[in-house]
């Protein structure tokens, strides 16, 4: 019963990070934009809470709890191919949240770091991976 209620609070943690990963990119968009200082101030101020109070918090929880759940389940899950690529690819999401973290500060210092144009094709990269990683968990493909 306790691995339902951890998959549970991850499956949760999961859809707050990935929220986050989608809705963050979209602020920088608005800010490389952006030709005011007013509103440079405001997406600076949007960004670091929804970094630092949605999105961190949320990749933390989706570690802790999926780490705890494969833990728990050790003997099915490790010999599972399938989790293998899904946890690369949350690796390869860790990477890119803190990608994000770099943007963030790089625009602070130069609002116009990147062209919107760029950071619109960079929100799409968690597309990829929430598609890859359902059909990795719900299929479970052998491989």
């Keep these: ?20 990963m989608f809705y963050l990119p979209r602020l920088f968009v608005y800010h490389a934009q952006s030709t005011d200082l007013v509103s440079i101030q405001r997406f ?21 709890l999926g780490l705890w759940m494969v833990w728990l389940g050790r003997d099915y899950y490790l010999a599972q191919h399938w989790l293998h690529a899904k946890l690369a690819l949350v690796v390869l999401l860790t990477g890119y949240h803190h990608v994000c973290g770099y943007f963030r500060k790089a625009l602070i210092t130069n609002p116009h770091y990147k062209s919107h144009v760029f950071f619109r094709w960079f929100n799409e990269i968690p597309v990829f991976a929430l598609i890859a990683i359902v059909i990795l968990v719900v299929v479970k493909p052998n491989f």
Excluded: D, N
């Design 1 to 20: 019963m306790l691995i339902l209620w951890i998959k549970a609070f991850h499956i949760v943690a999961v859809i707050c990070w990935f929220a986050a």
């Design 44 to 64: 600076e101020l949007m960004e670091r809470k929804l970094y630092r109070g949605i999105m961190t918090p949320s990749m933390i929880a989706t570690w802790v």
